[in-house]
């Protein structure tokens, strides 16, 4: 089945600092996913990026999906991004993911 | 605006206990998924459905059973839990075609003693 490693698997920054999260998979992909597991646990979607780029505040993505990777960008970063971020991708109706990358932003 | 909804939030079970865990959505999704995420890992597909009356097996489906007898509510069910099967249980659904984003539940926290 396809393989989504993420990387860094943990990342420790200040506030204010920026940050660049990678997903890499190995086939092709009809949708992938970016999410935000919150400190309480709950699942924030944050883009639905199957190729392209898009932004959202702080926040932006990019998929590139020919070369089967997908970026996320954290600008000007705060304690409140603090958590885990999952990459997930979906073929065949199905949504495998990634192991993470845990991020914990410190004042 | 509710989106999709689990219930119960919390729950403890002794081994061997048997329980359910509704999934509930108000989108008008037809697909319905359900994942469970252990420490320090990414969610994984236990079973899926992609219309009222069907399910699927996914990645991890041993130990559990579901049913979609409506559009709006996927269960999943433990027979006779074990210790294994404590995990947060997360549902999610879909509108139906490709490429469509997956909407989430707040997840449910099983424990198994």
């Known amino acids: 089945g396809i393989q989504v490693e993420q990387s860094p698997p943990d990342l420790i920054l200040q506030e204010g600092a920026n940050s660049t999260l990678r997903c890499n998979f190995s086939?092709?992909?009809?949708?992938l996913q970016w999410f935000h597991q919150n400190p309480w646990g709950q699942l924030i979607n944050l883009f639905y990026i199957p190729s392209g780029t898009k932004q959202n505040g702080r926040l932006s993505a990019t998929t590139v999906a020919t070369e089967r990777y997908s970026l996320l960008y954290i600008s000007s970063s705060q304690t409140t991004d603090s958590g885990v971020y999952f990459c997930?991708?979906?073929?065949?109706?199905?949504?495998?993911f990634g192991t993470g990358t845990r991020l914990q932003v410190f004042p | 605006n509710a989106g999709v909804t689990q219930t119960p939030k919390f729950r403890v079970l002794k081994t061997g206990q048997s329980m359910t865990l509704l999934c509930a959505q108000d989108m008008n999704h037809e697909y319905m998924y359900w994942y469970r995420q252990d420490p320090g890992m990414g969610l994984r597909l236990i079973h899926y459905s992609v219309g009222e009356g069907t399910t699927a097996k996914g990645e991890v489906p041993d130990g559990y059973n579901v049913s979609r007898l409506k559009k709006q509510n996927f269960l999943l069910g433990l027979e006779s839990a074990a210790p294994s099967q404590t995990s947060v249980y997360f549902c999610?659904?879909?509108?139906?075609?490709?490429?469509?984003?997956?909407?989430f539940g707040d997840g449910t926290r099983l424990s198994i003693l």
């Open positions: 999610a659904s879909r509108r139906q075609g490709t490429g469509q984003p997956q909407h």
């Open positions: 997930a991708v979906e073929n065949t109706d199905k949504l495998i």
């Open positions: 086939d092709s992909v009809n949708n």
